[in-house]
């Protein structure tokens, strides 16, 4: 693939902090979140921490902190804790509530498909998504799983980056191949005769 038809992993990614994160051209931000995320994962899974606890010692902890300091600003003539306005502006709900609808209504698409339209290939692909998510679930805890797609986003970025000509070589192929297959798949599930949806009779 040339230079010409290469897409930017940094674009691909937003941008910003989380791109220079993820791609390690800001160091600290990828090394604390490789280490905060470690603790976490040494804590709750190997220490037996619970996790509600911790985040309720935590909060009485920073509690305090923040009360004492208060007090002794106002008695000593010295600077409140730099807390900023903590507030959640509308635009910002409205955009997380229009995103979440637009999966909600996938999701419910989906389901019509199986349900009413009697989609036999929207049914297996559900099934095996389905299975892959209870396999994956039953060789890890969710803990375990989230620290490990910690370490795979600080990693597969950076690699894709540094070797997306080599990479993409070897995407192309596989895509070929798995075109191929899903067609064969395609004309067998046409074979299969499939429940359709009844429609009222109209005089």
């Not at 609808?101 to 419910?108: A, E, I, M």
């Amino acid at each position: 693939m040339g230079e010409l038809g290469r897409i930017s992993v940094y674009d691909a990614l937003g941008g910003g902090a989380v791109a220079d994160t993820l791609l390690w051209r800001k160091c600290y931000g990828g090394v604390m979140l490789l280490i905060g995320s470690t603790v976490m994962w040494f804590l709750f899974e190997r220490a037996g921490y619970n996790f509600l606890a911790f985040v309720a010692n935590t909060l009485l902890l920073l509690v305090v902190i923040l009360f004492f300091w208060a007090k002794s600003a106002s008695l000593l003539n010295r600077p409140l804790p730099p807390i900023p306005d903590l507030d959640i502006s509308e635009e910002s709900v409205l955009v997380a509530a229009d995103e979440m609808r637009v999966w909600v209504n996938k999701g419910l698409a989906t389901l019509h498909e199986i349900a009413v339209d009697g989609n036999l290939r929207t049914l297996l692909l559900v099934a095996v998504g389905l299975w892959l998510v209870s396999f994956i679930g039953s060789l890890f805890n969710f803990l375990t799983l989230v620290y490990i797609g910690v370490l795979l986003s600080l990693s597969v970025p950076l690699l894709y980056d540094t070797f997306q000509p080599q990479i993409d070589e070897k995407l192309i192929v596989v895509h070929k191949n798995m075109s191929v297959v899903l067609k064969k798949v395609d004309l067998i599930l046409q074979n299969i005769p499939m429940s359709q949806k009844k429609q009222k009779k109209t005089e």
